[in-house]
């Protein structure tokens, strides 16, 4: 799917989590039982990117130098599209709003004032 530059990754993520939804539903999964399904897909992801890591620096003595740096970017992308429809099946519509004011306090709490997202220059 080749997607226009001007394409919110938001209206993607949300087309993405409402087919996951339906796909689930279908199979008789209730809304909680599929976040925690969400959420499981999710530590996955993160453990192919743990797996990839060890691939680059070749510490598994069976696999020897199994994957690249490429191979890691893209297993944490995908950690990265996963967190986000993990958001927008369980907000509703409200994952975008929810992710920048989470974003707005990590901000806050670990850059200086003036780096700060959201915040304007010189202020």
Same mark, same amino acid.
């Given at each position: 799917? @080749?997607?226009? =530059?001007?394409?919110d990754?938001? @209206? ?9 939804? =339906? ?8 809304? @909680? ?6 959420v499981?897909?999710?530590? @996955?992801? %993160?453990?192919? %990117?743990?797996? =990839?890591?060890?691939?680059?620096? !070749?510490?598994?003595?069976?696999k ?18 996963? !967190? ?8 509703? !519509?409200e =994952? ?5 004011a989470v ?21």
């Amino acid at each position: 799917m @080749e997607m226009d =530059a001007d394409t919110d990754p938001w @209206e993607t993520v949300g087309r993405l989590a409402a087919r996951f939804s =339906a796909w689930d539903t279908e199979r008789g999964m209730g809304p @909680e039982e599929q976040w925690a399904l969400q959420v499981l897909k999710l530590a @996955e992801e %993160a453990g192919e %990117a743990a797996q =990839a890591v060890i691939g680059v620096r !070749g510490s598994n003595p069976r696999k020897g130098h199994s994957h690249s740096w490429d191979d890691v970017r893209d297993e944490v992308a995908d950690c990265v599209i996963t !967190g986000m429809v993990a958001l927008a099946r369980m907000l509703d !519509g409200e =994952a975008r709003p929810y992710f920048d004011a989470v974003l707005a306090r990590k901000a806050a709490k670990f850059l200086p004032e003036s780096e700060s997202v959201g915040e304007p220059e010189g202020s």
